[in-house]
């Protein structure tokens, strides 16, 4: 009898979810014609300054290495779009940053830009209702990617339970494209944390900003998302409740110490990237991203495009290979490739979080089991250390670093024999190689390349980050002449907590 009242009951349960499933289970959207590119003022900033190469199948490249560089490139395309804005994210934080963001995007809607915006589900945090609001607006457009049907509490993870093959799949990319003309692509999420704001993490980040050739295919990768079966229009996921936008009216302008104003109203906007166009450098380059809906779900053994382009890329490279990514995590068939690079006399170093500035325990437990493998293949890895000297350098602010707030990794960067750099959002672990959709710039060029190598191995350097070794199969972290056999500037229960993590089989879902 209680075998029949327990199946009984997982049935009632069955039927509640399946109730509260309530969404299509994929979408169909008109097909997007290609549209010519209109004629406006950032086209003809761009072709002023093309038209000095004369070579029209290249694409200007700056490094964003600052958060007030990120925030204010992205303001200044904001003021000077005329056409639309095509933005792409993971995470869009409703602080300060994103707040103002919005309603800069708002201002834009409000003069006839038409901005969409597509947004991963897995980071909405209840917010449904408010995007929900802005997407009444005329001009504004918001889709969310393979939400989750039940919105609320233990049954919206019940759900995830239910179809786990397909809603552990996340849109990990980020770009952000202004009337075709400019755009911005790497790791960088909307959020405080990311644009050095913050009173408690700031990370160190890195976008590119990019004009020419390579921004119609990153348009192109955006339609393809925004007409994918699994990008739903945001009122889909919203209740009946009514979320008045009012508190969009006065936005504070978010601050810095140490750093010009922001660029804001047209005119500023206008001076602002006409100065940035005589620092872009001129390059080959090519916009990579994975397909937003794999051919079968099911399967999460097969590497993604963006992870086949980084493996192709190694193989090629002769002489060095630089990593830089928040979360390191291989698995024994690329462990056995990188060995056999180091065989051939290929250096490879990576940076990556340590435990004291990695923000979460579970992803730097993957990369603590496989540490010791690392090291014994041949790989130097150095850790990034919370207080690092680096901080202070970019952010310019003592505030906003240690010992007020920490420091943390969130770049994704990897550069092959300094002569070609790859940015984007992938991190070089299983979950970017095998589940979520990911996307990368990759730039052949001398120069950049070998700025960008000068700027991770500045990283790597002991009074930023520790370096580990192995010895005996003991694990050692060095910084100058200092040595710890325990992870350092950490608490005896966080070490536990990630030795008892890595008990589980759970490295691809980190």
Known sequence: MKEIQRASAIMLLLIFLTGCASLAEEMEHPVEQSVTPLTSTLSELADTHRAQQRTPELSGVLLQETGWDALAQRLALIEQAEHYIDIQYYIWNGDISGRYLASRLIAAAERGVRVRVMLDDINLNERENLLAALDRHPRIDIRIFNPIPSRRGLVKWLNVLGDFSRLNRRMHNKSFTVDGVFSVVGGRNIGDEYFDLSGELN??????????????????????????????????????????????????????????????????????????????????????????VPENADDTSKPKATARLLAELAHQAEQEILLESAYLIFDDRQLGELQQLADRGVVIKALTNSMASNDLITNHSGYAGRRRAMLAGGMQLFELKPDAILCNKTIRDPSRCAPT?????????????RKVACIGSFNLNL????????????????????????????????????QLRLHDNQLYWY????????????????????????????????
Request: hydrophobic share 40%; no cysteine.
């Open 479 to 510: 910084s100058g002449k200092e040595s710890w056999t325990e992870e350092p500037e950490t608490e005896q229960w966080q070490r536990i907590k990630s030795r008892f993590l890595q008990l589980f089989p759970i490295e691809k879902y980190l």
């Open 405 to 417: 707030a920490s420091y943390g990794l969130h770049a994704k960067s990897v550069v092959f024999d």
């Open 431 to 466: 979950r970017s190689t095998y589940l979520n959709t990911e996307s990368i710039l990759v730039i052949e060029n001398q120069a950049v390349s070998a700025k960008l190598a000068d700027d991770i191995e500045l990283a790597m350097h002991a009074r930023n980050s520790w």
């Open 203 to 292: 990370f160190r980040d890195r976008d590119v900003l990019v004009a020419g050739a390579v921004v119609s295919d990153i348009q192109a990768s955006f339609v393809q998302y925004w007409g994918s079966r699994w990008s739903y229009p945001v009122h889909l996921l919203a209740d009946d409740t009514v979320t008045e936008l009012s508190g969009f009216n006065d936005v504070e302008v978010p601050q810095y110490r140490h750093q010009p104003d922001l660029p804001e109203g047209l005119e500023a906007a206008g001076h602002f990237l006409k100065d940035l166009m005589g620092e872009m450098s001129w390059v080959k380059a090519r916009f990579v991203s994975d397909r937003p």
